[in-house]
């Protein structure tokens, strides 16, 4: 059965860093992996779609990666803001998904002005 | 364009009690979805569609049921609210499955006491 694990749950940095987020998961055979926002109150928020046929994307100051042989992908923040402030939440589709996306819990970021 | 609309933003039910989670998209997205979110965890789906007159279930359906008249209206119906229900309820929907994202409703909070 696949999981989808993100660590850290929390993160709190001083704005302007550069950071890290992880996701893994168990199964190798996913079809995409996506990263999504959440704000309090507020729905989920597309960020990066990456294909299992690459690697990496780039939308602005993120960039996700992927590596399915290890099971893992990270989505690195450059010169972070308080505006990044959400949690973020990795999901995977699988090849035999019967429609469902494997979702992580999220890590909790918080940008410290 | 709306996108997905969800109401009630928030409801407090008593244990027996029954209601409605109403959900309409304007991007006439052929897939629709359900997910419940508890603290802490990640999204589940419930239920999905992949077309008006279709759904079926997924990986938490029990004490739910859905129905699909129309392209825009995926409403989600609780019979006799259990505190197990108590959640977070976001409505999605995607034009296919898997390939693209999926775009949220901004949620509906449900107390069962």
């Known amino acids: 059965k696949q999981e989808v694990t993100q660590i850290p749950a929390a993160l709190s940095v001083p704005e302007g860093e550069n950071l890290v987020l992880n996701c893994s998961f168990t199964?190798?055979?996913?079809?995409?992996l996506q990263w999504f926002r959440q704000d309090p109150g507020k729905g989920l928020t597309s960020l990066l779609l990456?294909?299992?046929s690459q690697r990496e994307q780039t939308s602005g100051r993120l960039n996700a990666s992927l590596d399915k042989s290890s099971g893992r992908s990270t989505l690195y923040i450059a010169a972070s803001q308080p505006g990044d402030s959400a949690t973020y939440l990795c999901?995977?589709?699988?090849?035999?998904?019967?429609?469902?996306?494997?979702w992580g819990a999220g890590t909790k970021l918080i940008i410290k002005p | 364009n709306a996108g997905v609309t969800q109401t009630p933003k928030f409801r407090i039910l008593k244990i027996g009690q029954s209601m409605t989670l109403q959900c309409t998209q304007d991007?006439?997205?052929?897939?629709m979805y359900w997910y419940r979110q508890d603290p802490g965890m990640g999204l589940k789906l419930i239920y999905y569609?992949?077309?008006?007159?279709?759904?079926d279930k997924g990986e938490v359906p029990n004490g739910y049921n859905v129905s699909r008249s129309t392209t825009e209206d995926f409403p989600l119906r609780l019979e006799l609210a259990a505190p197990s229900q108590t959640s977070v309820y976001f409505c999605?929907?995607?034009?296919?499955?898997?390939?693209?994202?999926?775009?949220f409703g901004p949620g509906t909070r449900l107390l069962v006491l």
């Open positions: 999605a929907s995607s034009p296919l499955a898997g390939a693209e994202t999926q775009y």
């Open positions: 991007m006439n997205h052929n897939y």
């Open positions: 569609s992949v077309g008006a007159g279709i759904t």
């Open positions: 199964d190798s055979a996913i079809y995409n």
């Open positions: 990456i294909q299992s």
């Open positions: 999901a995977v589709y699988l090849m035999d998904s019967n429609y469902q996306l494997i």
